[in-house]
């Protein structure tokens, strides 16, 4: 992942260099990749860490690690040898060989030709890296979408009623969220309802704040440049609205790193009530008319509702989410997130674009990362391609690290690899 450069501005009122903002593409229309296949990736496996500590979903997602080959892990007790990530260093072919089918029998005086039918999509190091994530996870889910239908999906696990998980069960997404918040704040946006270059109403969102906060537009709380303090404490583990916590980080003018992509949950939390008080109802309900109900999705709710009967394992309790507000606290399957990436437009990404969205060499996300739940969520090949996947657990240690296994084994797949994921801002 590539690090952002530059000091940080000295006062509030400075602005710094924007960014450089990638070529982001959509998933309609369809784009064929054109990419010829790479030289065959270095092994993935990486060494199963132990539990971390509670880290609020704060940091910025996880960069690759620039070594191509990490080192096993050395404890058979901690880390037994079958449970590392499958080796993807040698790929099967993307498809298998076809052949000609025999020349049916005819009675007609004219030659008849017939097709073969085209050969299914293989995904074997895609299927091996999901078995993995099943192991030593309370659950795990992996979906793809290619040509905007679903190719793939495996989960492992038991949901809170008992029953075995599905790639349709929903679980904690963590930062993944923000992809919700900024596509409903997109379809806001496209209707008028929002605009995106204008200042924040905070004053409309009873919001004390700092008169130096009047001119922070909502482009600046997309974009994570709008100079809002990290306060990594503040979301986490303590009951009522994020309202709360961003107040505190109002009283404050904007931080000196204004105009810098300094990533923070309070932008998303902002956001989330941004839209309540632009649709005059909840979040959950706003984003079911703007973003769900259009493509027929019905399964994702905020962890404010509580673990329901269908959902997968989250053992932290998702009570402790509830002052992530609108930048971590939707539960949703990973077919439901791949579809609803799969619907995303050209013009939604006039709002959804980089730095507020992340990028690496096979395209555009985001990754989730708090105690007890993992995320990643990739838009590949210009669109055509979309591989969401979720993990209840503590492995791998973030969610950069759960993109960092599965992309590259679904790029290996698709005869695209381009080596480990380089995500970018950092």
Same mark, same amino acid.
């Given at each position: 992942?590539?690090?952002?450069?530059?000091?940080?501005?000295?006062?509030?009122?400075?602005?710094?260099?924007?960014?450089?903002?990638?070529?982001?593409?959509?998933?309609r229309?369809?784009? $064929?990749?054109?990419?010829p296949?790479?030289?065959?990736?270095?092994?993935?496996?990486?060494?199963?860490?132990?539990?971390?500590?509670?880290?609020?979903?704060?940091?910025?997602?996880?960069?690759?690690?620039?070594?191509?080959?990490?080192p096993?892990?050395a404890?058979?007790?901690?880390?037994?040898a079958?449970?590392a990530p499958?080796?993807?260093?040698?790929?099967?072919?993307?498809?298998?060989?076809?052949?000609? $089918?025999?020349?049916p029998?005819s009675?007609?005086?004219?030659?008849?030709?017939v097709?073969?039918?085209?050969?299914?999509?293989? %995904?074997? &190091?895609?299927?091996?890296?999901?078995?993995? %994530?099943?192991?030593?996870?309370?659950?795990a889910?992996?979906?793809?979408?290619?040509d905007?239908?679903?190719?793939?999906?495996?989960?492992?696990?038991?949901?809170?009623?008992?029953q075995?998980?599905?790639?349709?069960?929903?679980?904690?997404?963590?930062?993944?969220?923000?992809?919700?918040?900024a596509?409903?704040?997109?379809?806001?946006?496209e209707?008028?309802?929002? !605009?995106?270059?204008?200042?924040?109403?905070?004053?409309q969102?009873?919001?004390a704040?700092?008169?130096?906060?009047?001119?922070?537009?909502?482009?600046?709380?997309?974009?994570?440049?709008a100079?809002?303090?990290?306060?990594?404490?503040?979301?986490?583990?303590?009951?009522?609205?994020?309202?709360?916590?961003?107040?505190?980080?109002?009283a404050?003018?904007?931080?000196?790193?204004?105009?810098?992509?300094?990533?923070?949950?309070?932008?998303?939390?902002?956001?989330? %009530?941004?839209?309540?008080?632009?649709?005059?109802?909840?979040?959950?309900?706003?984003?079911?008319?703007?973003?769900?109900?259009?493509?027929?999705?019905?399964?994702? &709710?905020?962890t404010?509702?509580?673990?329901?009967?269908?959902?997968g394992?989250?053992?932290?309790?998702?009570a402790?989410?509830?002052?992530?507000?609108g930048?971590?606290?939707w539960?949703?399957?990973t077919?439901?997130?791949?579809?609803?990436?799969d619907?995303?437009?050209?013009? !939604?990404?006039?709002?959804?674009?980089?730095?507020?969205?992340?990028t690496?060499?096979?395209?555009?996300?985001?990754?989730?990362?708090?105690?007890?739940a993992?995320s990643?969520?990739?838009?590949?090949?210009?669109?055509?391609?979309?591989?969401?996947?979720?993990?209840?657990?503590?492995?791998?240690?973030?969610?950069g690290?759960?993109?960092?296994?599965?992309?590259?084994?679904l790029?290996?797949?698709?005869?695209?690899w381009?080596?480990?994921?380089?995500?970018?801002?950092?």
């Amino acid at each position: 992942m590539i690090a952002l450069a530059g000091a940080a501005v000295a006062c509030s009122s400075a602005r710094a260099e924007p960014l450089a903002s990638p070529a982001i593409t959509s998933a309609r229309p369809p784009t $064929p990749s054109s990419a010829p296949a790479k030289s065959p990736p270095p092994d993935l496996r990486e060494p199963v860490t132990a539990a971390t500590p509670d880290e609020p979903d704060t940091t910025p997602p996880e960069s690759a690690p620039r070594e191509t080959a990490p080192p096993e892990s050395a404890s058979p007790e901690t880390a037994p040898a079958e449970t590392a990530p499958p080796d993807t260093s040698a790929p099967d072919s993307t498809v298998p060989p076809t052949t000609e $089918p025999a020349a049916p029998a005819s009675t007609s005086l004219t030659p008849t030709t017939v097709a073969p039918a085209a050969a299914p999509l293989v %995904l074997t &190091h895609l299927a091996a890296v999901a078995l993995y %994530l099943g192991l030593g996870n309370d659950a795990a889910s992996v979906t793809v979408w290619r040509d905007h239908v679903k190719v793939f999906g495996q989960a492992d696990g038991r949901t809170t009623s008992g029953q075995p998980m599905t790639s349709d069960s929903p679980l904690v997404l963590a930062s993944v969220s923000k992809l919700i918040t900024a596509l409903t704040v997109a379809r806001l946006a496209e209707r008028g309802k929002i !605009d995106v270059n204008a200042p924040v109403p905070w004053d409309q969102l009873f919001i004390a704040h700092d008169p130096e906060w009047n001119d922070v537009t909502v482009r600046e709380l997309l974009d994570h440049t709008a100079g809002m303090p990290k306060a990594q404490a503040s979301w986490l583990n303590q009951p009522g609205s994020c309202a709360v916590p961003l107040g505190d980080a109002l009283a404050s003018p904007p931080r000196g790193t204004r105009g810098k992509w300094t990533y923070s949950n309070g932008n998303y939390c902002a956001l989330g %009530l941004l839209v309540e008080s632009v649709t005059g109802t909840s979040r959950d309900r706003a984003a079911d008319e703007y973003v769900f109900d259009p493509i027929g999705i019905s399964g994702p &709710h905020l962890t404010t509702t509580g673990l329901l009967p269908g959902d997968g394992p989250y053992v932290q309790g998702v009570a402790r989410l509830e002052r992530l507000g609108g930048a971590g606290t939707w539960m949703a399957s990973t077919d439901d997130v791949a579809e609803m990436l799969d619907s995303v437009t050209p013009e !939604d990404l006039q709002t959804m674009r980089f730095p507020g969205i992340i990028t690496d060499q096979y395209g555009w996300g985001h990754t989730g990362t708090v105690d007890g739940a993992r995320s990643c969520a990739w838009v590949m090949e210009g669109g055509r391609t979309v591989i969401v996947a979720t993990v209840a657990g503590q492995r791998p240690s973030t969610g950069g690290k759960l993109c960092d296994i599965v992309v590259p084994a679904l790029a290996t797949d698709l005869g695209i690899w381009a080596d480990k994921p380089a995500r970018q801002p950092d």
